[in-house]
């Protein structure tokens, strides 16, 4: 980490383990957006709080500061990554 001022949370996404910066007035949509640089993400992804157990579903205009005076995200929180699956998937487990 190379700011202690600035703000990190530690993603998990195929194995592997980082830390994203992000700044409380930047949106959440900015900090999804910034995550699939980082990973280089082509597919539609959902972030899980491991710390809430919870998928975060926050519209792409909410704040950072805003969710996390919700309490719903903390500095150096640990997050997933997981990727939606996409809709041929999806037909092959309604074959069987």
Known sequence: MEDETKLYVVVNYTNKQSYVAFEELETFGEFKENIKKHYGIKKNFKIYSESGRVTMNYDD????????????????????????????????????
Do not use: H
């Open 61 to 96: 205009s909410v704040t950072m500061e805003e969710i996390i005076l919700l309490k719903a995200l903390y500095n150096q929180d640990e997050l997933t990554i997981r990727v939606a699956p996409t809709e041929s998937t999806l037909k092959w487990f309604k074959i069987f």
